[in-house]
Structure formats: structure tokens, C-alpha cells
């Protein structure tokens, strides 16, 4: 196997190899002349549709890739003129959905952690110095 | 029952005229009504409208519609892997490709459960079983569109984690005929 078979995305490969005739080429012989011509025509209605298929995931992928751009536009508006924000955002893309949440609030993991073990050192030296006496 | 009335809204008229010409118009009448509370599974089609619409009914349908039947058949009763990946921005690729690659592959052996075959005995006919091989090399075809532009996809993504400051979550949901691969999708 050489190198661009190896990708999960080929990067010049054409996705339709096949044609229909390649498709029906060796199964047509068991079937009579009507038969024939609605398997053939039903594998070039395949085509058809999953060139479509192609077409639709292109616009979905532009699609994607602007609200995508919108959604950092968004995020760096608010990031400017509030201390605490979530987005959720849910984009259709050409493989799937992708979904988002960007937050930004004063009480972050970190912060939390930092006041708590501020509040256990207070703790502990309030018993300190009523223990002491 | 559900992968037949799952067919989209033309398919399902053909259907349904088929069987009113075949069975009568109270039969017809009867099975338009109650299609909604077959398709929601609240009440069960009993054994002779299944017989009707599944054994009978495609000796008169055309051969597009029985295809759809057959790809109806073919997305529900083939099994389906649902998997959970954590992948970061700069290895998605090598961590990906295995797990799609045999997901796709899985349409090259995909096949009905040996019971729905051997009820439904017009999916032998020789132009069934082409029709089953076309559909198979579709949706290999599906597959590979899904994922053609996922390098594009993921540049977006680290550019959206990249230009976030602050915490940003992102997960992806791919989805193939064969299988959905849920990704949690982090920057390093």
C-alpha cells in the first residue's frame, strides 16, 4: 500500500472510481434485458445522489467553516465587555456535528481551588490559636 | 414495519396506493390511519398488514422502491458501533484512522440478520442482490464524503481553541453509515 492509500483523507483521489457499468458489470449476466436496464439505471441514480451528497457536504463545510469564524468573533465581543459569559453552539458540519461551549467566569477551577485552600489555612490556624490557649 | 413507514412521503404514497389496488380501500384506509401509531410503536401492525406490506406488496412495487425498502432494511438491521475518542488537534489523524477505516469497511461484508431474509424472500432475487451490492459501494461512498473534509473540520477547530481565551470545550460527533464516533477534542 503506498503512502496516499494509507490517509484517512486521500489528498488527490477521485471518490468515484466507480462507474456504474463497473458496478453491475459481472452480476448483469443472470438477469434478463428489463432487469438489466433498472439495476444499471438504479446504479447511475446512485451516483447521481452521492454526487449530490458531495455537492451538499461542500456547502455545509463553508457553512461550517463562517459560523465557526462568527462564534471567535462573538467570544472575543463579549470577552471585552463582561467578566462572565457561556456560549453553547452546535455546528452541522459535512462529517458530523460539532459542539462548542466557550465559557469565561471569575469562579474557574483554579480560582476555586485557591480559595479553598485559602479557607482550609484559615480554618486551621483559627484552631491553632483557640487550641493554643 | 418501522424501517417501511420510514420511507419518505412519495415512496410512502406509491405504498400506499399499491395497497388499496391490492387489498381495497377500507385496507388502505385503515392502514393510512393508523400509520403514525405504527410508526411511534404504540400499537403493533398485526401479523397480516406485516404480511401484506413486507411479503406481498413487493411483488407489485418497482424495483426503486424496493430498493429503498431494501436501504431502510439495510441502515436498521446491520449493526452499528458507537464509539467515544479523546483526540488532540495535532495526532486526530493517526488516532482517527484506524476506527473510521474499519467502519467503512464494515459496508463491504454488511448483511441483513439471516431472519429478515428468510422472511422477506424477494431480497434473493438476482436483481435484489445487485441492488444490495449498489447500495453497499453507496455508502462506502457516504463514508468517504464524511470524512473528506475532515482535515478542514479539525483546522477549524484548533483555530476556534487557539483564539478562545479562556475554557473551550469542543466535541464532535462523526457520523458514518456503519457507525458514530463521538470526539472529545482537546489542544495541547
Known sequence: ?133 | MKVLLGLDEKSLNELFELYKNQFGRGAARYARKTLQKWKDGKVRPNEQTYRRFLIHLPKVMSYDLKCEVLRHLMEEYCSKGHYELTVYTDDWEKALTPLVRQIIDKSYTAELPLEVERKLRWLADGEMQIAQDILRKSQIEEGKIAVSMLREEFANIENLLENTQWQSRVTHKLELPYGTINLNIKRR
Not at chain 1, 503512502?3 to 458489470?25: A, C, G, M, R, S
Request: glycine fraction near 2%; hydrophobic fraction near 40%.
Open chain 1, 1 to 133: 500500500m503506498d503512502d496516499e492509500n494509507k490517509d484517512l483523507v486521500p489528498k488527490k483521489q477521485t471518490l468515484f472510481p466507480l462507474t456504474p457499468d463497473d458496478i453491475v458489470d459481472n452480476a448483469l449476466q443472470n438477469l434478463d434485458e428489463n432487469q438489466a436496464r433498472r439495476v444499471t439505471q438504479k446504479a447511475a441514480d446512485e451516483m447521481v445522489r452521492i454526487a449530490v451528497d458531495k455537492r451538499k457536504a461542500e456547502y455545509k463545510n463553508s457553512a461550517a467553516q463562517e459560523e465557526m469564524r462568527n462564534l471567535i468573533n462573538n467570544a472575543n465581543l463579549l470577552d471585552k465587555s463582561v467578566d462572565d459569559y457561556k456560549i453553547n453552539s452546535t455546528i452541522e458540519t459535512a462529517s458530523g456535528t460539532t459542539s462548542v461551549e466557550i465559557r469565561k467566569s471569575k469562579f474557574t477551577t483554579k480560582n476555586i481551588i485557591a480559595i479553598a485552600l485559602g479557607l482550609a489555612v484559615l480554618i486551621l490556624l483559627a484552631f491553632f490559636l483557640l487550641t493554643r490557649n
